[in-house]
């Protein structure tokens, strides 16, 4: 199988360490665990970018043009390059599944190997989760406030970069968005594809109404004029009177798209002039610079729009563009350990997520229990890989997004709210706040004591 | 050579107006230009990622396989995918070279190719400058308030996705970044790598003493000890107490890195304890969440830091994480076009920047006008593609990071303020602007009159 990416697509001191580690023999079993540690303005979070981690994970190496590149870095000994270029991930992964809904605190994945391979992996696993859940978390916003009405991915040119853009048309989707423009992640991950032309085609052509005919006769299974290049109502009028003959000679137009200006207001006129021209099943299309509060407001203002082109905001997640997450170093060959740095302390020792549910299936509250601890719940983290192989028993994509809907409709009323962040009860087991106080009372030097008032 | 991207990394419609423009025969020569629509809370931009846009260019082409997923999307036909698989980009391509500060509304970069090569690569292109240079952009920053100390690239974690990663470790570097912790990304552009210990390598180990000795025993060359895991001005007492023997064994113990908490009253007190205890010679090392406000905080305090870890934050842009920029079509077959779009209206015509200088050579003004024109200042934009051939004049990245280093030197002091955005003269031509009315008035239908007051 062809690696995902490369071995050396990692931070420096990754191989540093382990470069230490080898030469001290340290390769006994570490648990590292991947968690959000805030939640900034989001009420919840949604899991994702487990699929791509998994690939990553199952292909690991260092291929031999890249132990010859470090060799020649000078920094790293033969016996420890020869090491790396064996070096394959053969451990146990356990994570929540795609699409689920999780909350700061509660490890998302968590992997169990020798020390140097559970290490390695931690910059692209890291980089790799982060991405997707961020976007997946902002995208469920969106589908709440679109109220059933289209959504597709539009962000593509001003993602951070291809893989952001793949990724963003996957996570959006796996939330529950109804495509993407994006032609390669619509390939790549099976994901419907929409789109139809920008203002350079209109420009292009001598006239508006040669743009729109050239268009119709073209591609003409679905169609839809963007008609905010010059005068959009103007457009409306020519889209009104020009569409009759183009739908005789086989065109469907489906629909006007405006880009610019007052969405709302833009709508309910070219609304009118569609209905007055007898175009009632032609539908209104809006983008430009949206994210989950305009589409909400213009939900709530009742605009007659049927879907949405969702873009830069989303796929940069702009108003919370990261996520403060860590994949940390929880348990090493038995020995619980934890940080204790200020503001970024960590918990000890392999967990479990339990959630409870009310009578009605919805959430009430999760705990964060030790690994083999027992309770009513329902266990977030499952096996997903166990000796670096594959345990494929989630049904992919289309599962995950199916997961959420039914998450999404679990989900407690107030963290719904896209106008307000609500908090949601993540409780810490009290074993597990056993074993953190012994680990910190065990550690030396001791903990300072607090500051006099 | 092979592809930097796929052809399918784009949006649809890019295919469906192709599939149009193929109907109709509309192959003549479009000009496009890549600008900044407005620069929001920077006072200057830093142009970057013409060597990633020009790769992509130069190796254009949709291979077989791609041609048979588009043809199984079943809205193309034939003769237009047979087409599409001879197509290589045979275009002129002028820019403004990398490094160079610019502003919005001026043109960074104009395509002048055949109208569906030109359309085909909008989306990559703009995926490909719009990053680049917004992080150079807030790298610029960064080195301002950085006064000269040590500066590196953090950031891959939390990117969105690889290729954010890797291109942020360039876009920095040629910012003025001394390096990135980014292995791949140093590799690949030739840029110095750093880093040394993570938190979990100094809990995996039995004690901090056994972690610090182990990581200078098997690294000696470059030893920076991770001191905030558990308490910092302890570990800082033990690197004071451990390091002389550790250098006579060898090791280069060169800085204590600090990564949480008050960073500049940390800094201080470990500067303290590292005087007290002989070891003036080792430097601190910052990083936690940093970004050109904090780091100008901290050497405006006189903080006792030698250099700061840069990452999410800066990788993200997360105070503007995204540019507002677009790839706008300014003439068709000779044909100067614009569009009107609420807030979004466009300048006709293939343009050229003059830059003027003052008599120290600082900056001045700039003046947008039309290709042809001359006029005193400095012209910007610079022929770098020529029918499709890449014209290598520029030295590469060192080039630009020494280009950028200049003209940091010549910017207006106003515009070098981290604290407030300051405006830079830009000046539209008469010709532009007189041409601007030209094409406005000849749009049919007219433009609206102005409402009534």
Known sequence: MERAASALLTDLYQLTMLQSYHRSGMDAQAVFEFFVRSQGPRSFLV?????????????????????????????????????????????????????TIVFA???????RAPLPQAQLVESRLVNLLHYQTMVASKAARCVLAARGKRLVDFG???SHGAEAAL???????????????????????????????????VQAHASEQQAFEAYAGACPEHVTFLIDTYDTEAAARLVAQISPGLERAGAHVEAVRIDSGDLGESARRVRAILDEGGCRHIGIFASGNLEEAQVDALERAGAPI??????????TSADAPYLDCAYKLVDYAGRPTLKLSSGKATWPGAKQVFRRHGPRGEML?????????????????????????????????????????TQLDALPAPL??????????????????????????????????PAHG
């Open 167 to 201: 990724l963003a048309a996957r996570a959006t989707w796996l939330a529950g968005f109804d495509g993407t423009a994006t032609l390669q992640a619509g390939l790549r991950f099976g994901i419907p594809v929409f789109g139809t032309m920008a203002h350079s085609f």
């Open 365 to 405: 509250s999760d705990l964060v229990a030790l690994e083999g601890e027992q309770d009513s719940g329902l266990p977030l983290l499952q096996p997903v890989m166990r000796a670096g192989r594959r345990i494929d028993a989630h049904g992919g994509l289309p599962a995950a997004r199916a997961l959420l809907r």
């Open 105 to 111: 605190g509660e490890p998302l994945l968590r992997v």
């Open 156 to 158: 593509m040119r001003r």
């Open 306 to 315: 049927q879907g949405y082109g969702v873009g830069t905001r989303m796929n």
């Open 47 to 99: 899991a994702a970018g487990l699929a791509q981690a998994l690939d990553y994970l199952g292909t690991l190496a260092v291929d031999p043009v890249e132990v010859e590149q470090l060799r020649a870095l000078g920094r790293f000994d033969p016996g420890f390059l020869a090491a790396l270029a064996g070096l394959r991930f053969t451990g146990d992964v356990d994570a929540v599944p795609e699409g």
């Open 416 to 449: 719904r709210r896209l106008d307000e962040v609500a908090a949601y009860p993540v409780i810490v087991s009290e074993a597990l706040d056993a074993l953190a106080r012994q680990v910190r009372a065990s550690l030396n030097p001791a903990p300072r004591q």
